[in-house]
C-alpha cells in the first residue's frame, strides 16, 4: 500500500499560481505512475497530469495543457503540480493518485488508479 500526502491548496486570484506537492510513502516501488486528478462540484472527476516517474515522460489534459506542468523529485518521493496563468474553472479538489501502467504505459484513466491521496482544495476565483 503506498500513502500520499497532498498540501499546498488554496484560494488565489485569476491568473495566479499554485503549488501542489505530493508526498509518497510506503511500497512505491511497483507505482511506475504518478498524476494528479480533480473533481469539481457536481463534476466528474477527471486526470489533469500524470507522470512516468521513470522516464519522466508526462501528459496533460488539454483544459491545462500549457497552464500546468508535473514535475517530481525521485529522491524525496514526491510529485508536484505546479499551476499557472489559474482560471476559475480550475476551481476543484485535487488528488494525487499512484497508478499502474497500461501496456507498460502512464495513462490518465481513472481505472489504472491503485492509491488516491486525501485531496487538497483549489479555489480560484
Known amino acids: 500500500e503506498v500513502q500520499l500526502v497532498e498540501s499546498g491548496g488554496g484560494s488565489v486570484q485569476a491568473g495566479g499560481s499554485l503549488r501542489l506537492s505530493c508526498a509518497a510513502s510506503?511500497?512505491?516501488?511497483?507505482?511506475?505512475?504518478m498524476a494528479w486528478f480533480r473533481q469539481a462540484p457536481g463534476k466528474e472527476r477527471e486526470g489533469v497530469a500524470r507522470?512516468?516517474?521513470?522516464?519522466?515522460?508526462?501528459y496533460y489534459a488539454d483544459s491545462v495543457k500549457g497552464r500546468f506542468t508535473i514535475p517530481q523529485d525521485n529522491a524525496k518521493n514526491t510529485v508536484y503540480l505546479q499551476m499557472n496563468s489559474l482560471k476559475p474553472e480550475d476551481t476543484a479538489m485535487y488528488y494525487c493518485?499512484?497508478?499502474?501502467?497500461?501496456?507498460?504505459?502512464?495513462?490518465?484513466?481513472?481505472?489504472?488508479?491503485?492509491?488516491w491521496g486525501q485531496g487538497t482544495q483549489v479555489t480560484v476565483s
Open positions: 510506503g511500497y512505491t516501488y511497483n507505482r511506475n505512475c
Open positions: 507522470i512516468a516517474t521513470g522516464s519522466g515522460n508526462t
Open positions: 493518485v499512484a497508478a499502474r501502467p497500461s501496456g507498460g504505459y502512464c495513462v490518465l484513466l481513472r481505472q489504472y488508479v491503485e492509491d
